[in-house]
Every structure is written in C-alpha cells, then in structure tokens.
C-alpha cells in the first residue's frame, strides 16, 4: 500500500482460501465487496531538487484501483477528497565540500584581459555555499586561479 492510511483489507488476500475445516472467505467476500471497484488517492513523490544540502520534492496525488494498483481518471475518487499538493523537504545530508571561487575585476578596462580567481574549499548547504578550510578538499582538483576575459575593443590611438 502506498498511501498512508490503507482502506480496509487493501493488503489481504483477495481469494477464498481452502483448508481442511471448509473455505475461508476472503475480506472481500466477507464484507461482500468482491465485484465492487475502490480508488483511492496515492502519493507520487517527484525527484528532489538537489542530490545534498537539502531541496524539496513535491508530493502530488494520482487516483488508483484498489484491486489492480494502476492509475486510473481522477472522476473515480471523487467520493474522498484529494489532498493538497504540497513540498517536502529532501536530501537533507551536508554536500561533500569542493572548490569554488570568487572571480575578481578584469586586468584591463578594454579589450583581452584576465580574471583573477580567488579559490577556496566549500560546501553547499541548501542555497547558500559555507567556507571551510581547505584540508577538506584534499585530494580534489582546484580549478584554474585565473581566467581570460574579453572585453570590448579599445579605441584607436
């Protein structure tokens, strides 16, 4: 059952069980509902956001049969009532700290210039990116401490 509060017999055997003593009707055929169809709403949970560092996956609900646990058109829960969509949070645990940097100014006002990198170790937390010292990203590969940049043409002389 995926839902969280299973309608009645949702997980019992769906047949008459023979034994020794005589048959054994099913929960079905005891509450003789056994040609009737139940839907119910179920969770179907999105992918997070984020792999770390917590994100949100959103939880929406589908309508399913009882008897198959396939999706079917939504006219047939409409006895109950959907819940709400809504968020929840998700992959809650610290992203594995890496290098990141701080770009600074182009050397040059005009034309081909290069842009000083200022790096430093890192790890993401949600939205935000929190420094820590850079033992905890020995072994990575930093990126290159600078970069070119281009920028418009000078003016002739």
Not at 50 to 60: P, Y
Request: charged fraction near 25%; hydrophobic fraction near 30%; proline fraction near 8%.
């Amino acid at each position: 059952c995926v839902v969280d509060i299973c309608p009645l017999g949702w997980d019992e055997a769906q047949e008459d069980i023979n034994t020794d003593s005589g048959t054994v009707p099913s929960l079905q055929t005891r509450l003789g509902v056994i040609s009737k169809h139940v839907y119910v709403w179920s969770p179907m949970i999105s992918k997070c956001s984020v792999t770390c560092g917590g994100g949100v996956a959103a939880v929406q609900y589908i309508c399913l049969a009882f008897d198959t646990k396939e999706k079917v058109p939504e006219v047939h829960c409409i006895r109950t009532s959907k819940p709400e969509r809504r968020l929840e949070t998700c992959n809650t645990e610290m992203c594995p700290a890496r290098w990141s940097f701080k770009r600074d100014t182009c050397s040059v006002t005009c034309g081909t210039g290069v842009i000083r990198r200022v790096l430093y170790c890192a790890r993401v937390n949600g939205e935000n990116e929190e420094p820590v010292a850079d033992e905890e990203c020995q072994g990575l590969s930093p990126p290159e401490d600078h970069e070119p940049c281009i920028l418009s043409p000078c003016p002739a002389r």
